[in-house]
């Protein structure tokens, strides 16, 4: 009875370990090789920029996603964009807890704000914004738009009609049944 009970936990341990290991054995390294797998593939198929994204929970690729602006006429679809849609459709949830993205390349400022609403615990970056650039890809002045007063925006903003828009917001405040996020 003894014995039977170290083999039980004798097995389990080792059933423990060979997960931990198997676990350990795909690395940052293989989810960021997969990332850029989907930047290529998604590329090779002319789906858009050579820009790919992998989201993980618990070890298991549960996103993926690729640069798909020129071929869905979908300017916001970015590799970082169509991976958070993947996951969270595939977790039903619209949040990333516990969550690791995997970006082939540092996220655009779109795509930087798109992650904070999801909320993943942690982002992993191939190339970066500079390595972007010096292909075409230069999403500095967006940072530096920011900035600006809306007059002196490349593309002007301005203010209209916010007492009719502030309605909407009055409605929501009142709204007993929302779904908070
Ligand atoms: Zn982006």
């Known amino acids: 009875m003894c014995n039977n009970f170290n083999k039980k936990f004798l097995d389990e341990a080792a059933k423990a370990l060979e997960n931990q290991e198997s676990e350990s054995d795909f690395s940052n390294t293989d989810y960021m090789s997969e990332a850029v797998k989907s ?10 920029g050579p820009f790919g994204c992998v989201i993980v929970k618990n070890g298991e690729i549960i996103g993926r996603g690729n640069n798909k602006v020129t071929s869905t006429n979908d300017p916001t679809a970015h590799a ?3 991976a958070i849609r993947d996951a969270c459709k595939n977790l039903n949830s619209f949040q990333l807890e516990g969550c690791i993205i995997y970006t082939s390349c540092e996220p655009c400022p779109m795509c930087l704000g798109a992650i904070y609403w999801a909320r993943p615990d942690k982002v992993y ?3 970066s914004q500079k390595d972007a650039a010096n292909i075409g890809f230069d999403d500095e002045f967006i940072y530096k738009e920011i900035e600006l007063d809306y007059q002196n925006r490349s593309i002007p903003f301005e203010q209209s009609s916010r007492k009719e828009a502030l309605v909407a917001f009055q409605k929501w405040q009142e709204k007993e ?3 908070k996020y």
């Open 177 to 179: 049944d929302k779904i």
């Open 125 to 127: 970056f191939g190339c």
């Open 80 to 82: 970082e964009i169509t």
């Open 39 to 48: 930047a290529i593939q998604g590329m090779n198929a002319n789906e858009g």
